[in-house]
Protein backbone atom coordinates (compact mmCIF):
# COMPACT_ATOMS: atom_id res chain seq x y z
CA UNK A 1 0.00 0.00 0.00
CA UNK A 2 2.70 2.10 1.17
CA UNK A 3 4.86 1.41 -2.11
CA UNK A 4 1.78 2.34 -4.10
CA UNK A 5 1.05 5.58 -2.63
CA UNK A 6 4.84 6.17 -3.32
CA UNK A 7 4.95 5.88 -7.10
CA UNK A 8 1.41 8.38 -7.08
CA UNK A 9 3.53 10.65 -5.37
CA UNK A 10 6.06 10.20 -8.00
CA UNK A 11 3.90 9.98 -10.92
CA UNK A 12 2.59 13.03 -9.83
CA UNK A 13 5.68 14.62 -9.14
CA UNK A 14 6.93 14.08 -12.74
CA UNK A 15 3.99 15.02 -14.68
CA UNK A 16 3.97 18.06 -12.48
CA UNK A 17 7.63 19.38 -13.41
CA UNK A 18 6.95 17.93 -16.94
CA UNK A 19 4.28 20.35 -17.39
CA UNK A 20 6.26 22.86 -15.72
CA UNK A 21 9.03 22.18 -18.40
CA UNK A 22 6.63 21.77 -21.19
CA UNK A 23 5.00 24.61 -20.24
CA UNK A 24 8.58 26.98 -20.34
CA UNK A 25 9.19 25.64 -23.46
CA UNK A 26 6.09 26.98 -25.03
CA UNK A 27 6.59 30.55 -23.90
CA UNK A 28 9.95 30.08 -24.71
CA UNK A 29 8.45 29.59 -28.37
CA UNK A 30 5.63 32.22 -27.43
CA UNK A 31 8.49 34.52 -26.94
CA UNK A 32 10.04 33.50 -30.64
CA UNK A 33 9.36 36.11 -33.39
CA UNK A 34 9.80 34.38 -36.75
CA UNK A 35 9.68 36.80 -39.83
CA UNK A 36 10.67 36.94 -43.45
CA UNK A 37 12.96 39.63 -44.40
CA UNK A 38 12.98 40.74 -48.53
CA UNK A 39 15.38 43.17 -50.13
CA UNK A 40 16.34 44.62 -53.27
CA UNK A 41 13.71 43.34 -55.24
CA UNK A 42 14.34 45.99 -58.23
CA UNK A 43 10.74 45.01 -59.89
CA UNK A 44 10.51 46.88 -63.07
CA UNK A 45 7.97 46.10 -66.23
CA UNK A 46 8.99 42.88 -67.92
CA UNK A 47 11.92 42.14 -66.21
CA UNK A 48 12.94 38.64 -64.14
CA UNK A 49 12.64 40.75 -60.93
CA UNK A 50 8.75 39.82 -61.10
CA UNK A 51 9.09 36.06 -61.45
CA UNK A 52 11.49 36.28 -58.52
CA UNK A 53 9.52 37.80 -56.43
CA UNK A 54 6.37 35.98 -56.93
CA UNK A 55 8.14 32.53 -55.77
CA UNK A 56 9.33 34.28 -52.68
CA UNK A 57 5.91 35.47 -52.32
CA UNK A 58 4.47 31.77 -52.82
CA UNK A 59 6.72 30.51 -50.42
CA UNK A 60 6.06 32.94 -47.77
CA UNK A 61 2.33 32.31 -48.13
CA UNK A 62 3.28 28.63 -47.74
CA UNK A 63 4.08 28.95 -44.24
CA UNK A 64 1.53 28.87 -41.19
CA UNK A 65 4.71 30.33 -38.71
CA UNK A 66 5.54 33.96 -39.90
CA UNK A 67 4.70 36.81 -37.78
CA UNK A 68 5.50 39.40 -40.27
CA UNK A 69 7.00 40.10 -43.47
CA UNK A 70 9.94 43.35 -43.80
CA UNK A 71 11.10 44.56 -47.10
CA UNK A 72 14.53 46.61 -46.88
CA UNK A 73 14.69 48.89 -49.80
CA UNK A 74 14.81 48.94 -53.46
CA UNK A 75 11.44 47.66 -54.22
CA UNK A 76 11.41 49.15 -57.14
CA UNK A 77 14.19 50.08 -60.05
CA UNK A 78 13.92 53.26 -60.58
CA UNK A 79 10.96 54.71 -58.33
CA UNK A 80 8.16 55.40 -61.27
CA UNK A 81 4.61 55.26 -60.08
CA UNK A 82 4.38 51.98 -62.09
CA UNK A 83 6.29 50.46 -60.55
CA UNK A 84 5.69 51.42 -57.23
CA UNK A 85 1.80 49.95 -57.79
CA UNK A 86 3.62 46.76 -59.03
CA UNK A 87 4.96 46.68 -55.67
CA UNK A 88 2.33 47.21 -53.73
CA UNK A 89 0.21 45.00 -55.72
CA UNK A 90 2.40 42.01 -55.01
CA UNK A 91 3.04 42.77 -51.64
CA UNK A 92 -1.10 42.70 -51.00
CA UNK A 93 -0.96 39.08 -51.84
CA UNK A 94 0.80 38.10 -48.51
CA UNK A 95 -0.91 36.40 -45.98
CA UNK A 96 0.83 38.53 -43.03
CA UNK A 97 1.44 42.08 -41.77
CA UNK A 98 4.30 43.56 -44.12
CA UNK A 99 5.75 46.97 -43.17
CA UNK A 100 8.24 48.72 -46.25
CA UNK A 101 11.33 51.17 -46.29
CA UNK A 102 12.45 53.19 -49.30
CA UNK A 103 15.85 52.35 -50.73
CA UNK A 104 17.95 54.99 -53.24
CA UNK A 105 16.43 53.35 -56.13
CA UNK A 106 13.30 54.12 -54.92
CA UNK A 107 13.89 57.49 -53.82
CA UNK A 108 16.70 59.49 -55.87
CA UNK A 109 15.13 58.40 -59.36
CA UNK A 110 11.46 58.91 -58.35
CA UNK A 111 9.15 60.68 -60.89
CA UNK A 112 6.81 61.63 -58.37
CA UNK A 113 9.68 63.24 -55.70
CA UNK A 114 8.38 60.28 -53.44
CA UNK A 115 4.95 61.42 -53.31
CA UNK A 116 3.73 58.03 -54.73
CA UNK A 117 5.52 55.65 -52.31
CA UNK A 118 3.74 57.89 -49.05
CA UNK A 119 0.66 57.93 -50.93
CA UNK A 120 0.80 53.91 -51.92
CA UNK A 121 1.70 52.82 -48.33
CA UNK A 122 0.59 55.39 -46.46
CA UNK A 123 4.08 56.44 -44.54
CA UNK A 124 7.87 56.74 -45.10
CA UNK A 125 8.57 55.18 -41.61
CA UNK A 126 7.29 52.92 -39.77
CA UNK A 127 7.23 51.90 -35.83
CA UNK A 128 5.73 48.99 -34.49
CA UNK A 129 6.20 46.29 -31.22
CA UNK A 130 5.26 42.66 -31.18
CA UNK A 131 6.75 39.98 -28.54
CA UNK A 132 8.23 42.83 -26.57
CA UNK A 133 10.31 43.89 -29.71
CA UNK A 134 9.90 47.24 -31.15
CA UNK A 135 11.01 47.63 -34.78
CA UNK A 136 11.77 51.28 -35.89
CA UNK A 137 12.11 51.51 -40.10
CA UNK A 138 12.54 55.05 -42.22
CA UNK A 139 14.68 55.61 -45.31
CA UNK A 140 17.87 57.00 -45.53
CA UNK A 141 17.58 58.47 -48.84
CA UNK A 142 19.03 59.88 -51.30
CA UNK A 143 16.55 62.23 -52.61
CA UNK A 144 15.96 63.40 -56.10
CA UNK A 145 19.64 63.94 -55.98
CA UNK A 146 22.66 61.54 -56.90
CA UNK A 147 24.76 61.52 -53.33
CA UNK A 148 25.49 59.05 -50.70
CA UNK A 149 22.50 58.16 -48.90
CA UNK A 150 21.28 61.13 -46.08
CA UNK A 151 18.72 59.81 -43.39
CA UNK A 152 16.33 63.76 -44.25
CA UNK A 153 16.40 65.96 -41.79
CA UNK A 154 12.72 65.26 -41.41
CA UNK A 155 13.39 61.40 -40.80
CA UNK A 156 15.92 62.86 -37.90
CA UNK A 157 13.38 65.13 -36.44
CA UNK A 158 11.43 61.87 -36.50
CA UNK A 159 13.75 59.91 -34.60
CA UNK A 160 14.66 62.44 -32.01
CA UNK A 161 10.98 62.68 -31.04
CA UNK A 162 10.82 59.46 -30.57
CA UNK A 163 10.80 58.38 -26.42
CA UNK A 164 12.29 55.09 -25.61
CA UNK A 165 9.97 52.18 -24.77
CA UNK A 166 12.13 49.31 -24.75
CA UNK A 167 14.46 47.54 -26.95
CA UNK A 168 14.57 47.82 -30.65
CA UNK A 169 15.53 46.24 -33.39
CA UNK A 170 16.45 49.31 -36.34
CA UNK A 171 15.22 48.65 -40.17
CA UNK A 172 16.74 50.22 -43.05
CA UNK A 173 18.30 50.34 -46.61
CA UNK A 174 22.04 51.33 -46.40
CA UNK A 175 24.58 49.63 -44.37
CA UNK A 176 24.56 52.44 -41.72
CA UNK A 177 28.18 53.14 -41.60
CA UNK A 178 30.03 55.61 -44.04
CA UNK A 179 27.91 54.91 -47.29
CA UNK A 180 25.31 57.36 -45.08
CA UNK A 181 26.74 60.92 -44.32
CA UNK A 182 24.81 61.46 -41.03
CA UNK A 183 25.63 57.86 -39.89
CA UNK A 184 26.61 59.00 -37.10
CA UNK A 185 23.53 61.57 -36.01
CA UNK A 186 21.65 58.33 -36.83
CA UNK A 187 23.32 56.15 -34.57
CA UNK A 188 23.55 58.38 -31.71
CA UNK A 189 19.72 58.35 -31.79
CA UNK A 190 19.30 54.37 -32.03
CA UNK A 191 21.42 53.69 -29.31
CA UNK A 192 19.27 56.30 -27.11
CA UNK A 193 16.59 54.14 -28.16
CA UNK A 194 17.97 51.06 -27.03
CA UNK A 195 18.79 49.54 -30.78
CA UNK A 196 20.11 46.12 -30.40
CA UNK A 197 20.49 45.48 -33.73
CA UNK A 198 20.37 46.46 -37.59
CA UNK A 199 19.04 45.07 -40.77
CA UNK A 200 19.62 46.27 -43.90
CA UNK A 201 20.09 45.65 -47.62
CA UNK A 202 21.70 47.81 -50.55
CA UNK A 203 24.89 45.23 -51.15
CA UNK A 204 22.69 42.40 -52.19
CA UNK A 205 24.23 39.90 -49.97
CA UNK A 206 24.24 38.13 -46.61
CA UNK A 207 27.18 39.63 -44.97
CA UNK A 208 27.39 40.86 -40.93
CA UNK A 209 28.32 44.07 -39.94
CA UNK A 210 28.66 46.32 -36.67
CA UNK A 211 27.99 49.94 -36.83
CA UNK A 212 29.82 51.86 -33.71
CA UNK A 213 29.21 49.12 -31.42
CA UNK A 214 25.84 47.98 -32.71
CA UNK A 215 25.81 44.47 -34.72
CA UNK A 216 23.76 44.28 -38.13
CA UNK A 217 23.52 42.49 -41.00
CA UNK A 218 22.71 43.16 -44.84
CA UNK A 219 20.56 40.51 -46.33
CA UNK A 220 20.62 39.08 -49.90
CA UNK A 221 18.50 40.75 -52.51
CA UNK A 222 15.66 38.13 -54.17
CA UNK A 223 17.24 38.45 -57.10
CA UNK A 224 18.18 35.30 -58.98
CA UNK A 225 20.94 36.95 -60.84
CA UNK A 226 23.85 33.99 -60.96
CA UNK A 227 22.31 32.34 -57.66
CA UNK A 228 18.45 31.37 -57.20
CA UNK A 229 15.28 33.27 -55.49
CA UNK A 230 15.30 33.89 -52.33
CA UNK A 231 14.89 35.52 -49.00
CA UNK A 232 15.95 35.18 -45.07
CA UNK A 233 13.97 33.91 -42.24
CA UNK A 234 14.68 35.97 -39.15
CA UNK A 235 14.00 34.05 -35.49
CA UNK A 236 14.23 36.57 -33.08
CA UNK A 237 13.77 35.58 -28.81
CA UNK A 238 15.00 37.78 -26.27
CA UNK A 239 18.09 36.12 -25.86
CA UNK A 240 19.51 35.34 -30.12
CA UNK A 241 18.52 36.20 -33.69
CA UNK A 242 19.44 34.19 -36.12
CA UNK A 243 19.29 34.37 -40.18
CA UNK A 244 18.59 31.23 -42.66
CA UNK A 245 18.69 31.84 -46.13
CA UNK A 246 15.55 30.16 -47.71
CA UNK A 247 16.16 29.11 -51.80
CA UNK A 248 13.80 28.30 -54.29
CA UNK A 249 15.05 25.90 -56.42
CA UNK A 250 11.48 25.91 -59.00
CA UNK A 251 9.03 23.75 -57.11
CA UNK A 252 11.79 23.05 -54.23
CA UNK A 253 12.07 24.79 -51.42
CA UNK A 254 15.74 24.53 -48.66
CA UNK A 255 15.82 26.82 -45.86
CA UNK A 256 19.39 26.99 -44.75
CA UNK A 257 21.18 26.16 -41.68
CA UNK A 258 21.85 29.48 -40.14
CA UNK A 259 24.77 31.54 -41.75
CA UNK A 260 24.43 34.22 -38.81
CA UNK A 261 23.56 34.21 -35.29
CA UNK A 262 24.34 36.47 -32.68
CA UNK A 263 23.50 36.25 -28.77
CA UNK A 264 22.15 39.55 -27.20
CA UNK A 265 24.01 40.64 -24.23
CA UNK A 266 22.01 44.22 -22.76
CA UNK A 267 22.09 47.50 -24.29
CA UNK A 268 24.42 48.98 -26.49
CA UNK A 269 26.84 51.50 -24.37
CA UNK A 270 28.03 54.54 -26.44
CA UNK A 271 31.68 54.60 -25.55
CA UNK A 272 32.08 56.60 -28.86
CA UNK A 273 34.38 59.89 -28.69
CA UNK A 274 32.83 62.76 -30.82
CA UNK A 275 34.33 66.22 -31.20
CA UNK A 276 32.66 69.91 -30.04
CA UNK A 277 31.13 69.34 -33.86
CA UNK A 278 29.52 65.88 -32.96
CA UNK A 279 32.02 64.34 -35.02
CA UNK A 280 33.34 60.44 -33.96
CA UNK A 281 37.18 60.14 -34.11
CA UNK A 282 36.62 57.54 -36.94
CA UNK A 283 35.10 60.14 -39.09
CA UNK A 284 36.44 59.33 -42.54
CA UNK A 285 36.27 62.95 -44.28
CA UNK A 286 37.07 66.29 -44.31
CA UNK A 287 36.72 67.91 -40.46
CA UNK A 288 35.45 71.00 -39.70
CA UNK A 289 39.17 72.11 -38.48
CA UNK A 290 39.37 73.03 -42.59
CA UNK A 291 38.10 75.98 -41.59
CA UNK A 292 40.30 77.00 -39.53
CA UNK A 293 43.32 76.05 -41.91
CA UNK A 294 41.42 78.70 -44.90
CA UNK A 295 41.02 81.76 -42.93
CA UNK A 296 40.04 83.45 -46.27
CA UNK A 297 36.83 81.92 -45.84
CA UNK A 298 34.55 83.19 -43.36
CA UNK A 299 31.16 82.43 -42.24
CA UNK A 300 28.96 85.62 -42.51
CA UNK A 301 25.72 83.67 -40.70
CA UNK A 302 24.20 80.46 -41.21
CA UNK A 303 21.01 78.72 -41.00
CA UNK A 304 19.47 75.28 -40.26
CA UNK A 305 15.97 74.39 -41.38
CA UNK A 306 14.00 71.04 -40.43
CA UNK A 307 14.05 69.65 -43.31
CA UNK A 308 15.96 68.53 -46.53
CA UNK A 309 16.96 71.16 -49.09
CA UNK A 310 17.72 69.63 -52.36
CA UNK A 311 17.52 72.37 -54.83
CA UNK A 312 19.22 75.92 -55.87
CA UNK A 313 18.59 79.37 -55.37
CA UNK A 314 16.98 82.64 -56.56
CA UNK A 315 18.42 85.86 -55.67
CA UNK A 316 17.06 89.23 -56.06
CA UNK A 317 18.48 92.50 -54.37
CA UNK A 318 18.86 91.72 -50.80
CA UNK A 319 16.79 88.35 -51.14
CA UNK A 320 17.21 84.70 -51.64
CA UNK A 321 14.67 82.22 -52.49
CA UNK A 322 14.78 78.09 -51.99
CA UNK A 323 12.27 75.81 -51.50
CA UNK A 324 12.68 72.96 -48.53
CA UNK A 325 11.71 69.53 -49.43
CA UNK A 326 8.83 69.34 -47.09
CA UNK A 327 7.11 71.43 -49.01
CA UNK A 328 7.60 75.34 -47.70
CA UNK A 329 9.44 77.85 -50.16
CA UNK A 330 10.91 80.75 -48.30
CA UNK A 331 12.23 83.89 -48.48
CA UNK A 332 15.70 85.16 -46.33
CA UNK A 333 17.40 88.05 -45.64
CA UNK A 334 20.86 87.93 -47.59
CA UNK A 335 22.25 90.29 -44.72
CA UNK A 336 21.66 88.02 -41.81
CA UNK A 337 19.78 84.93 -42.58
CA UNK A 338 16.71 85.56 -41.15
CA UNK A 339 12.94 84.51 -42.88
CA UNK A 340 11.21 87.07 -44.35
CA UNK A 341 7.99 84.91 -45.42
CA UNK A 342 7.61 81.37 -45.76
CA UNK A 343 4.73 79.95 -47.82
CA UNK A 344 3.72 75.67 -47.36
CA UNK A 345 2.16 73.92 -50.41
CA UNK A 346 1.92 70.86 -48.69
CA UNK A 347 3.73 69.03 -51.33
CA UNK A 348 6.99 67.87 -51.38
CA UNK A 349 9.53 70.52 -53.38
CA UNK A 350 12.64 69.87 -55.45
CA UNK A 351 12.69 72.97 -57.66
CA UNK A 352 14.88 75.67 -58.18
CA UNK A 353 12.67 78.69 -58.15
CA UNK A 354 13.31 81.15 -60.68
CA UNK A 355 12.93 85.20 -60.51
CA UNK A 356 11.74 87.72 -62.95
CA UNK A 357 10.80 91.39 -61.50
CA UNK A 358 8.65 90.09 -58.64
CA UNK A 359 7.42 87.11 -59.94
CA UNK A 360 8.92 83.72 -58.30
CA UNK A 361 8.59 80.52 -60.75
CA UNK A 362 8.86 76.78 -59.53
CA UNK A 363 7.75 73.56 -59.83
CA UNK A 364 6.02 71.65 -57.15
CA UNK A 365 5.33 67.38 -56.70
CA UNK A 366 1.44 67.78 -56.35
CA UNK A 367 1.65 68.53 -60.04
CA UNK A 368 1.61 72.03 -60.40
CA UNK A 369 3.44 75.02 -61.18
CA UNK A 370 3.49 78.44 -59.14
CA UNK A 371 3.78 81.82 -59.30
CA UNK A 372 4.37 83.59 -56.45
CA UNK A 373 5.00 87.26 -55.48
CA UNK A 374 8.33 87.84 -54.47
CA UNK A 375 7.46 90.85 -52.15
CA UNK A 376 5.16 88.61 -50.31
CA UNK A 377 4.90 84.94 -51.37
CA UNK A 378 1.39 85.63 -52.43
CA UNK A 379 0.22 83.27 -55.40
CA UNK A 380 -0.21 84.86 -58.87
CA UNK A 381 -0.75 82.10 -60.54
CA UNK A 382 -1.20 78.11 -60.28
CA UNK A 383 -0.90 75.67 -64.08
CA UNK A 384 -1.71 72.22 -63.29
CA UNK A 385 -0.16 69.11 -65.50
CA UNK A 386 -1.17 65.52 -64.72
CA UNK A 387 2.04 64.27 -62.29
CA UNK A 388 4.30 65.95 -60.60
CA UNK A 389 7.12 69.00 -61.21
CA UNK A 390 10.79 68.13 -59.88
CA UNK A 391 12.00 70.45 -62.64
CA UNK A 392 13.45 74.09 -62.19
CA UNK A 393 12.23 76.52 -64.30
CA UNK A 394 13.90 78.59 -67.00
CA UNK A 395 12.49 82.47 -67.71
CA UNK A 396 13.01 83.77 -70.77
CA UNK A 397 11.36 86.35 -72.65
CA UNK A 398 8.47 86.52 -70.38
CA UNK A 399 8.41 82.98 -71.01
CA UNK A 400 8.41 80.53 -68.53
CA UNK A 401 9.92 76.79 -69.80
CA UNK A 402 9.78 73.99 -67.66
CA UNK A 403 9.48 70.24 -67.94
CA UNK A 404 7.65 67.75 -65.80
CA UNK A 405 6.99 64.06 -65.07
CA UNK A 406 3.84 63.52 -67.21
CA UNK A 407 6.44 63.24 -70.40
CA UNK A 408 5.53 66.94 -71.45
CA UNK A 409 7.52 70.07 -71.63
CA UNK A 410 5.87 73.47 -71.68
CA UNK A 411 6.06 77.39 -72.26
CA UNK A 412 3.54 79.18 -70.28
CA UNK A 413 3.13 82.82 -69.86
CA UNK A 414 4.91 84.45 -67.40
CA UNK A 415 2.09 86.95 -66.62
CA UNK A 416 -1.09 85.10 -66.86
CA UNK A 417 0.52 81.40 -66.25
CA UNK A 418 -1.59 79.96 -69.41
CA UNK A 419 0.50 77.83 -71.66
CA UNK A 420 2.07 78.89 -75.09
CA UNK A 421 2.48 75.72 -76.07
CA UNK A 422 3.06 72.28 -74.99
CA UNK A 423 5.73 69.21 -75.89
CA UNK A 424 4.25 66.00 -75.71
CA UNK A 425 6.93 63.87 -77.00
CA UNK A 426 9.48 63.55 -73.84
CA UNK A 427 10.81 60.06 -73.14
CA UNK A 428 10.94 59.84 -69.48
CA UNK A 429 11.01 62.64 -66.82
CA UNK A 430 12.73 65.93 -66.34
CA UNK A 431 14.47 66.83 -63.20
CA UNK A 432 17.02 69.48 -64.35
CA UNK A 433 16.77 73.18 -65.76
CA UNK A 434 16.97 73.77 -69.02
CA UNK A 435 19.44 75.43 -71.14
CA UNK A 436 17.58 78.74 -73.24
CA UNK A 437 18.32 81.23 -75.72
CA UNK A 438 16.78 82.81 -78.77
CA UNK A 439 17.20 80.09 -80.81
CA UNK A 440 16.89 77.01 -78.42
CA UNK A 441 15.75 75.30 -75.29
CA UNK A 442 17.88 72.17 -74.42
CA UNK A 443 16.86 69.59 -71.57
CA UNK A 444 17.47 66.55 -70.75
CA UNK A 445 15.48 63.97 -68.92
CA UNK A 446 15.53 60.44 -67.34
CA UNK A 447 14.84 58.45 -70.81
CA UNK A 448 17.85 58.78 -72.20
CA UNK A 449 17.67 61.38 -74.27
CA UNK A 450 18.23 65.31 -74.54
CA UNK A 451 15.82 67.71 -76.51
CA UNK A 452 16.46 70.61 -78.17
CA UNK A 453 13.26 72.64 -78.96
CA UNK A 454 12.28 75.88 -80.69
CA UNK A 455 11.56 78.70 -77.79
CA UNK A 456 8.88 79.67 -79.80
CA UNK A 457 6.70 77.58 -81.20
CA UNK A 458 7.98 74.08 -79.09
CA UNK A 459 8.78 72.53 -82.87
CA UNK A 460 11.60 69.64 -81.92
CA UNK A 461 14.54 70.48 -83.51
CA UNK A 462 16.59 67.17 -82.51
CA UNK A 463 16.87 64.73 -80.16
CA UNK A 464 20.02 63.56 -79.18
CA UNK A 465 20.09 59.47 -77.69
CA UNK A 466 23.23 58.46 -74.73
CA UNK A 467 24.92 55.31 -76.76
CA UNK A 468 24.24 53.49 -73.35
CA UNK A 469 21.21 51.05 -73.01
CA UNK A 470 20.38 51.51 -69.45
CA UNK A 471 18.03 55.11 -68.38
CA UNK A 472 20.36 55.21 -64.98
CA UNK A 473 23.04 56.75 -67.79
CA UNK A 474 20.51 60.10 -68.83
CA UNK A 475 21.42 63.58 -69.27
CA UNK A 476 19.07 64.20 -66.53
CA UNK A 477 20.78 65.66 -63.44
CA UNK A 478 23.31 68.15 -65.62
CA UNK A 479 21.86 71.30 -66.91
CA UNK A 480 23.57 71.81 -70.32
CA UNK A 481 25.59 74.71 -71.19
CA UNK A 482 26.28 76.02 -74.58
CA UNK A 483 29.46 77.36 -76.36
CA UNK A 484 31.29 78.12 -79.25
CA UNK A 485 28.06 76.58 -81.27
CA UNK A 486 27.73 73.09 -79.26
CA UNK A 487 25.63 71.85 -76.64
CA UNK A 488 28.34 70.33 -73.62
CA UNK A 489 26.20 68.15 -70.97
CA UNK A 490 27.70 65.29 -68.53
CA UNK A 491 26.27 61.75 -67.81
CA UNK A 492 26.28 59.65 -65.34
CA UNK A 493 27.86 57.06 -68.13
CA UNK A 494 30.95 59.17 -66.82
CA UNK A 495 31.54 61.38 -70.01
CA UNK A 496 31.20 64.96 -71.44
CA UNK A 497 29.47 65.25 -74.62
CA UNK A 498 29.92 67.76 -76.99
CA UNK A 499 26.77 67.90 -79.25
CA UNK A 500 26.25 70.23 -82.53
CA UNK A 501 23.46 72.98 -81.59
CA UNK A 502 22.25 73.00 -84.62
CA UNK A 503 21.42 69.65 -85.70
CA UNK A 504 22.48 67.24 -82.50
CA UNK A 505 24.95 65.59 -84.05
CA UNK A 506 27.57 64.43 -81.30
CA UNK A 507 30.98 65.54 -82.41
CA UNK A 508 33.41 64.20 -79.21
CA UNK A 509 33.07 63.16 -75.62
CA UNK A 510 35.82 63.55 -73.02
CA UNK A 511 36.43 60.36 -70.58
CA UNK A 512 35.44 61.76 -67.14
CA UNK A 513 32.47 63.10 -65.25
CA UNK A 514 29.14 62.42 -64.90
CA UNK A 515 26.77 64.74 -63.76
CA UNK A 516 28.86 68.02 -62.25
CA UNK A 517 29.87 70.40 -65.18
CA UNK A 518 30.01 74.26 -65.73
CA UNK A 519 31.29 76.89 -68.17
CA UNK A 520 33.77 79.52 -67.37
CA UNK A 521 33.28 83.45 -67.27
CA UNK A 522 35.31 83.39 -70.71
CA UNK A 523 32.31 81.46 -72.55
CA UNK A 524 35.14 78.93 -73.89
CA UNK A 525 36.10 76.94 -71.33
CA UNK A 526 34.12 73.68 -69.89
CA UNK A 527 34.81 72.78 -66.42
CA UNK A 528 34.21 68.46 -65.17
CA UNK A 529 34.27 66.55 -62.25
CA UNK A 530 35.43 63.04 -61.96
CA UNK A 531 34.00 60.86 -59.81
CA UNK A 532 37.01 59.26 -58.95
CA UNK A 533 39.34 62.43 -57.40
CA UNK A 534 39.93 64.39 -60.61
CA UNK A 535 38.61 67.33 -62.45
CA UNK A 536 39.75 68.85 -65.57
CA UNK A 537 38.94 71.98 -67.97
CA UNK A 538 38.75 72.04 -71.59
CA UNK A 539 38.47 74.65 -74.87
CA UNK A 540 34.82 74.84 -75.54
CA UNK A 541 35.77 75.36 -79.44
CA UNK A 542 38.43 72.35 -79.59
CA UNK A 543 38.33 71.01 -82.86
CA UNK A 544 36.52 68.23 -83.24
CA UNK A 545 38.02 64.62 -83.77
CA UNK A 546 37.17 63.53 -87.15
CA UNK A 547 36.41 60.58 -86.17
CA UNK A 548 33.68 61.58 -83.28
CA UNK A 549 35.17 60.13 -80.69
CA UNK A 550 37.73 61.06 -77.39
CA UNK A 551 38.95 63.98 -77.33
CA UNK A 552 43.04 63.85 -76.97
CA UNK A 553 43.50 64.56 -73.33
CA UNK A 554 46.30 67.00 -74.60
CA UNK A 555 43.73 68.92 -75.58
CA UNK A 556 42.78 70.05 -72.67
CA UNK A 557 43.64 73.41 -70.65
CA UNK A 558 44.27 70.89 -67.31
CA UNK A 559 43.44 67.72 -66.27
CA UNK A 560 44.50 67.48 -62.58
CA UNK A 561 44.11 65.00 -59.44
CA UNK A 562 42.10 66.78 -56.74
CA UNK A 563 41.40 66.63 -53.10
CA UNK A 564 37.83 65.30 -53.04
CA UNK A 565 38.30 61.51 -53.35
CA UNK A 566 35.18 59.44 -54.60
CA UNK A 567 32.28 62.35 -55.37
CA UNK A 568 29.46 62.22 -56.81
CA UNK A 569 27.60 65.59 -56.52
CA UNK A 570 26.23 66.40 -59.47
CA UNK A 571 25.92 70.14 -58.42
CA UNK A 572 26.88 72.59 -61.61
CA UNK A 573 30.80 74.09 -60.99
CA UNK A 574 31.55 78.07 -61.28
CA UNK A 575 33.79 80.35 -61.67
CA UNK A 576 33.57 83.85 -61.12
CA UNK A 577 36.89 86.22 -61.46
CA UNK A 578 39.40 83.30 -61.49
CA UNK A 579 37.95 80.75 -58.97
CA UNK A 580 35.91 77.67 -59.82
CA UNK A 581 33.85 76.67 -57.35
CA UNK A 582 33.00 73.02 -56.64
CA UNK A 583 30.51 72.04 -54.24
CA UNK A 584 31.12 68.32 -53.39
CA UNK A 585 28.81 65.47 -52.13
CA UNK A 586 30.09 65.49 -48.02
CA UNK A 587 29.34 69.28 -46.95
CA UNK A 588 32.98 70.94 -48.26
CA UNK A 589 32.77 73.47 -50.88
CA UNK A 590 36.28 73.87 -52.50
CA UNK A 591 37.88 76.81 -54.16
CA UNK A 592 40.20 76.20 -57.26
CA UNK A 593 42.32 78.29 -59.16
CA UNK A 594 40.24 77.97 -62.63
CA UNK A 595 43.41 78.74 -65.13
CA UNK A 596 45.40 75.65 -63.39
CA UNK A 597 43.46 73.62 -61.34
CA UNK A 598 45.43 74.23 -58.33
CA UNK A 599 43.82 73.46 -55.20
CA UNK A 600 43.10 77.12 -52.93
CA UNK A 601 41.04 76.13 -50.29
CA UNK A 602 37.77 74.42 -48.73
CA UNK A 603 34.92 74.94 -46.46
CA UNK A 604 32.67 72.18 -44.68
CA UNK A 605 29.35 73.83 -44.35
CA UNK A 606 28.16 70.30 -42.99
CA UNK A 607 28.37 66.68 -43.88
CA UNK A 608 25.56 66.50 -46.63
CA UNK A 609 25.63 67.32 -50.88
CA UNK A 610 25.89 70.90 -51.31
CA UNK A 611 23.87 72.33 -53.84
CA UNK A 612 24.45 74.53 -56.66
CA UNK A 613 25.47 77.83 -55.49
CA UNK A 614 25.20 81.63 -56.32
CA UNK A 615 28.61 84.07 -56.24
CA UNK A 616 27.71 87.18 -55.30
CA UNK A 617 28.43 90.81 -54.97
CA UNK A 618 27.34 92.40 -51.96
CA UNK A 619 28.48 95.67 -50.66
CA UNK A 620 31.97 95.37 -52.50
CA UNK A 621 32.58 92.06 -51.17
CA UNK A 622 33.20 89.02 -52.89
CA UNK A 623 30.58 86.06 -50.91
CA UNK A 624 29.28 82.70 -52.03
CA UNK A 625 25.56 81.90 -51.01
CA UNK A 626 25.64 78.09 -50.23
CA UNK A 627 23.38 75.11 -49.31
CA UNK A 628 23.79 71.24 -48.30
CA UNK A 629 20.80 68.75 -48.18
CA UNK A 630 20.36 68.72 -44.95
CA UNK A 631 18.61 71.96 -44.50
CA UNK A 632 21.85 74.25 -43.90
CA UNK A 633 22.21 77.30 -45.65
CA UNK A 634 25.08 79.96 -45.32
CA UNK A 635 26.27 82.80 -46.45
CA UNK A 636 30.39 83.03 -46.86
CA UNK A 637 32.69 85.83 -47.67
CA UNK A 638 35.86 84.88 -49.28
CA UNK A 639 38.77 87.10 -48.94
CA UNK A 640 40.05 89.08 -52.64
Known amino acids: MMKNKILYILSVAV ?10 ADSRRDSTLRFAFLTDTHLAANSGAIDDLKACL ?3 NDQDSLDFVLFGGDITDFGTDEEIALAKSMMDTLRFPYYVVQGNHDANWSESGCNTFLKVFGYEHFDFKKKGWRFIGCNSGPDMRMAPGLAPRETMEWLKSLDKEGKCIFINHYPMDSSVLNYFDVTKQLKRLDVRFEIGGHWHQNIAMNYMGIPAVLCRSTLSAGRVPGYNIVRLSPEK ?12 VVEMSPWYEYEFHGPVVDTVHYDAYGLPDDYPWMRYDVNERYPQVREVWKQVFGANLAAGFAVKGDRAYFPLAS ?22 IYSTPAISGNTLVFGCTDGKVYALKASDGSVKWEYATAKSVLASPLIMNGIVYVGGSDNAFRALDLKTGKAVWTYTGVEGHAISSPY ?3 ERVVFGTWGRKLYSLDPKTGREQWVWTVGKPSRMHSPAHCVPVYAAGRIFVAVPDRNVYAIDAKTGKELFHVAGGRDAIGLGSDGNTVYSKVMFSRMYAFPADVAAPADGGELDPSLEFWNVRDSLGYDIAPSALTETEGILYVPTDKGN ?3 MDAKTGSFLWAHKIS ?34
Not at 613 to 622: C, D, E, Q, W
Open 436 to 438: GDQ
Open 58 to 60: RDI
Open 241 to 252: ISFSERKIFGST
Open 15 to 24: IFFAARTFAF
Open 327 to 348: GTVNCISLKDGHTIWSKSFGSK
Open 607 to 640: VALVNPVRVLKLHGRRCVLASTMDGTVVLLEIAE
Open 589 to 591: LVG
